[in-house]
């Protein structure tokens, strides 16, 4: 029986009948997947996995001034196939298809574009950063090219597009529109006062800033008919000075609410990094980041109202719809870890969902075109290769795993699910290797959610071995019968050489985890990279004053641009917190510590304890002594080098999932 009674109660929106209340939030692909047929299964797999609804998102409104992407296209344009194939798969698995149509304005992708952006009024878009914030893709669209504000013939212009489009898409059979007036696009733009300088009747006051905005809506409803179910995506809080907040937003909702049948309410915007990271939260951001929006709109509105952003678990899902804080729930990252979370959550399997872990690895924005994979999901974008890859009979062999880590476990489940039995040696009495300091950690329950959930798959299944409190050597895995071998030993912290670092109250980045009841009222952390500076958000939140030391001139410079962004935004006001850049560490004393600044004349500051967090040297040694012992043996993770946790969970997979 089904313990999500609310998540899976059917929903009425509009003319249509939602299955269950998840939907599949719309993902903006950053330029192409590896193949089409890959981005046409990234779709289908969450209607197959159980979604009510899927949205295909980020289409534009018309192909010359409004994409947000130079490779996108609007329904008529060049991906008008993929379109269409997307409608039959999205249908095929039962859900519904709905298409969320936006017009980027000031922000366009005018790169192999003729023209010029249009927007609120008119500047040229060279300034950065822009009104104080610091851009994303500023080579995209900081490119010198003049915004062209809008006259009413422009206006109208925009809202045929709209209204064409909505047809387009009705006539193509998908079952619902999505109108994307969030993040800071064109009707965005309009709404808010940080973007809408205008002086005429369509600036200013709350009334005219709504005005363009309406006549969107309106015309829509009126090309679309009143069966046809018009859904709207917006943002109740941008997070700059100036920007929209909530009351104004809940209050053009309730305005236009007889021409929408529900609403999607986000926050943040796009194209400025700390607010970007409100859209797509890292993981030191709460979870539910827009649940009290929702529940504010929910009071006054008489539609169905659907929340996004860091829901992550079927119990957070369910508890916000038993509550009532809003209708609906949609999953982004959540289908990309594991698309088939609603089927798994439906028939009680919870702790079988691969949980996202929020890195923001799958959004090439923030990795800066470096990566659009996912962390936890191996298979993402190229389902269909490896799926064509592991076709064939597989000879069954005896796999020994050292290091029961991330790696090492994901390379056991992996090994497992291929048909192999395995023995998994670990020296300690726990799995999870660097991921146990999630323990007791708030900043860190994504990890822990994924520690737990490996840590699942491998107790449950029948063809892993696990032993514990064993330090395999060569002999023994030798001695075992072993025919293959996947060595995943990891890494341990790196002791900087700082005089008085052996000081009994000076810890590690690891045993700090473990000893922070210990801890003093003040503490100096040395290394301001992303593990400093969590373990810094860590202790000032329980009341610990904090010095974080980082010899360089940025903060977290190994995190991603969005998990910059957000370190940014908790730091700003942050009283527990001092961040003291290009400056190190000469000498621990008892209770204070000696730093050296640029000036480079010693200072000292109290330091009840300390924690260094400077890194981690990989076990290489350790794990070198293991190649001989079989045919074949295979490193994974840290013991090959620093690596972030999207390498080391894909060599781990890899290496269990393709042993020859």
Request: aromatic fraction near 6%; glycine fraction near 10%.
């Amino acid at each position: 029986m089904c313990e999500y009674k609310a998540l899976f109660r059917p929903l009425k929106v509009g003319n249509i009948v939602l299955r269950n209340r998840i939907v599949a939030a719309p993902i903006t692909k950053y330029g192409l997947l590896p193949s089409m047929a890959d981005e046409l299964e990234t779709i289908a797999a969450k209607a197959r996995g159980g979604a009510g609804m899927v949205i295909v998102g980020s289409v534009a409104v018309e192909d010359q001034e409004s994409l947000i992407y130079h490779e996108a296209s609007s329904l008529n344009g060049s991906r008008k196939g993929i379109y269409n194939e997307e409608i039959s798969l999205i249908h095929q698995y039962g859900a519904k298809a709905e298409v969320q149509l936006l017009h980027c304005g000031m922000f366009a992708d005018m790169r192999h574009r003729e023209g010029n952006p249009v927007g609120p009024y008119t500047f040229v878009r060279d300034e950065i950063p822009f009104q104080g914030y610091e851009g994303v893709e500023n080579n995209q669209i900081m490119d010198g090219r003049t915004v062209i504000g809008m006259d009413e013939a422009k206006m109208k212009q925009v809202c045929d597009q709209y209204a064409n489009m909505a047809i387009e898409a009705k006539c193509m059979g998908f079952d619902a529109v999505m109108l994307h007036f969030a993040h800071g696009w064109l009707p965005a733009q309009f709404l808010s006062p940080f973007f809408n300088k205008r002086t005429d009747e369509y600036g200013g006051s709350f009334e005219n800033r709504i005005r363009f905005p309406q006549m969107i809506v309106n015309e829509v409803r009126k090309a679309v008919g009143p069966g046809y179910t018009l859904d709207m995506r917006i943002g109740a809080k941008e997070y700059v000075e100036g920007g929209l907040e909530p009351d104004e937003v809940i209050e053009f909702i309730r305005r236009i609410e007889d021409k929408i049948d529900m609403v999607h309410i986000s926050s943040g915007l796009d194209k400025f990094v700390g607010p970007t990271s409100y859209i797509e939260t890292p993981s030191i951001l709460p979870h539910g980041i827009n649940v009290e929006f929702a529940r504010r709109a929910k009071e006054v509105l008489h539609i169905p109202v659907c929340t996004v952003g860091g829901i992550m678990m079927p119990q957070e899902a369910e508890e916000i719809l038993e509550k009532g804080w809003a209708d609906m729930v949609a999953l982004g990252r959540g289908l990309i870890a594991d698309p088939d979370w609603p089927r798994k959550a439906g028939c009680g399997c919870t702790e079988d969902i691969t949980p996202c872990i929020r890195c923001v690895s799958c959004y090439g924005v923030a990795t800066e075109g470096r990566s659009q994979g996912c962390a936890v999901n191996p298979r993402y974008t190229r389902q269909l290769r490896l799926k064509t890859e592991e076709t064939g009979p597989v000879e069954a062999c005896r796999v020994a795993v050292v290091g029961g880590g991330p790696a090492g476990m994901q390379a056991a489940v992996a090994a497992a699910k291929r048909g192999h039995q395995v023995t998994l040696y670990e020296e300690t009495g726990d799995l999870g290797g660097l991921l146990k300091i999630s323990d007791g950690d708030e900043t860190k329950i994504d990890m822990r959610n994924y520690k737990n959930h490996l840590i699942a798959q491998v107790m449950k299944s029948d063809r892993i071995e696990v032993k514990l409190h064993t330090k395999a050597t060569p002999e023994m895995i030798k001695e075992s019968g072993a025919d293959r071998l996947i060595v995943a030993t990891g890494s341990v912290p790196v002791r900087p050489p700082v005089k008085g670092i052996d000081k009994p109250h000076v810890y590690d980045i690891v045993s700090a985890h473990f000893h922070e009841e210990k801890m003093g009222g003040t503490v100096a952390v040395i290394g301001g990279g992303p593990s400093g500076c969590e373990l810094a958000l860590a202790l000032g939140r329980r009341g610990r004053r904090v010095s974080l030391i980082e010899v360089t001139d940025r903060l977290a410079a190994a995190g991603n641009l969005l998990y910059r962004g957000a370190l940014t935004e908790l730091l700003k006001d942050n009283k527990q917190i001092e961040v003291k850049l290009n400056t190190r560490a000469v000498e621990i004393k008892e209770n204070s510590i000696v730093l050296q600044g640029t000036e480079g004349i010693p200072y000292e500051i109290p330091a009840d304890n300390v924690v260094y967090c400077t890194g981690l040297r990989p076990r290489q040694a350790e794990a070198e002594s293991f190649v001989d012992v079989v045919y074949d043996v295979r490193l994974a993770g840290d013991c090959i080098g620093p690596r972030r946790i999207n390498e080391v969970v894909h060599e781990g997979y890899f290496a269990g999932s393709f042993i020859v």
